[in-house]
Nanobody, 124 residues
Framework: QVQLVESGGGLVQAGGSLSLSCVFSGRHFISYGMAWFRQAPGKEREYVAG????????DYADSVKGRFTISRDNAKKTLYLQMKTLEPEDTAVYSC?????????????????WGQGTQVTVSS
C-alpha cells in the first residue's frame, strides 16, 4: 500500500521561497508518476506540477512555470517542490499524489494515492 506524507508548508511573505517534501511509503517508487496539486479555500483542486519516475520528465501548470521546480530523489523515495517568488495567489493546501505509470498515465490525469496536504500561506 502506498502512503504519502507532505511537509514543509508554512507562512511566508510575498516574494519569498518555500520548499515542500513528500515522502513515499511503499515499493517501486520509480514506477510511479508523481505530482503536486493545490486547493485554495472555495476553489477547485488545481494541478501544479508533475514528474515521471521512469523518464524524469517534468510538467508545470502555466501559473507556476518559471517559479516552481519539481524534483524527486528515487533513493530516498521523496518528491520535492521548490517554490520561489511566491504570490498571495499561491496560498493553498498543497498535496502530493502518486500514480503507477501504466500505458495511459498522464501528468494531469487521475491519481490513485494522495497525501493529507500541507498548508502554504503567502502574505502580501
Amino acid at each position: 500500500q502506498v502512503q504519502l506524507v507532505e511537509s514543509g508548508g508554512g507562512l511566508v511573505q510575498a516574494g519569498g521561497s518555500l520548499s515542500l517534501s513528500c515522502v513515499f511509503s511503499g515499493r517501486h517508487f520509480i514506477s510511479y508518476g508523481m505530482a503536486w496539486f493545490r486547493q485554495a479555500p472555495g476553489k477547485e483542486r488545481e494541478y501544479v506540477a508533475g514528474m515521471s519516475g521512469s523518464t524524469g520528465r517534468t510538467d508545470y501548470a502555466d501559473s507556476v512555470k518559471g517559479r516552481f521546480t519539481i524534483s524527486r530523489d528515487n533513493a530516498k523515495k521523496t518528491l520535492y517542490l521548490q517554490m520561489k517568488t511566491l504570490e498571495p495567489e499561491d496560498t493553498a493546501v498543497y498535496s502530493c499524489a502518486a500514480e503507477i505509470e501504466s500505458y495511459d498515465y498522464t501528468f494531469r490525469g487521475n491519481y490513485d494515492y494522495w497525501g493529507q496536504g500541507t498548508q502554504v500561506t503567502v502574505s502580501s
